[in-house]
């Protein structure tokens, strides 16, 4: 059965895209969930008018200070270059959370290039919405700005602490929960 969610709404009302799939497993006990999602207008209409703000700066530096005319334009330039790769890179991410049995895997694809993070359900130590000030931090998600849709999960790797971040619905979080649940169940035996 595949379902297509409503959109996120984010506090400002602006509409990301969200795809929701429950895909039954062989017996149809197991429930497989995949969400994916891209970066919305909001998120590009607010990049644009940072870089117009970094670009009035660095102008406005080279009009004030003309002996370092040439140094400043080349800066403002590259600042302005470093800023439109990180809008890009954040613009045109998409971005996979699913669930299967007792694997979590974030995958982020910008292009041809991926990046994914696979949590299984015994390595995960907390699920929160607050900054567990935890590095490394893995930033899965297309918000640039924090958000009230952030979640953190600590998760444990290889005997190191390391703290995953990013927007999965509701639902998905309670399927994560759950899997925990089962994990610690099953370790607890």
Known sequence: MK???KPH???SGQLASLHVEFVPQCGGMENQMKETQSAGIKEFIIALLWAGVLFFLGGSVSY???VYKVIGGVGTLLLFC??????LTRYSAVF???LEKN???VNRKIGHRNKEVEIRAEEIVSISDKDPKLRPTYRMKKRVLRSRYDCYIVYVHNGTEACLLFNPSNE??????KEVK?????QNQ
């Open 103 to 105: 694997v979590l895997r």
């Open 172 to 177: 998905m979080i309670k399927r994560i929960k």
């Open 182 to 186: 089962k994990a610690e169940k099953y």
């Open 96 to 98: 996979t959370y699913s």
């Open 64 to 66: 004030a200070i003309p």
């Open 82 to 87: 470093a800023f439109a790769f990180f809008v």
């Open 3 to 5: 379902l297509k969610n």
């Open 9 to 11: 709404v984010s506090g």
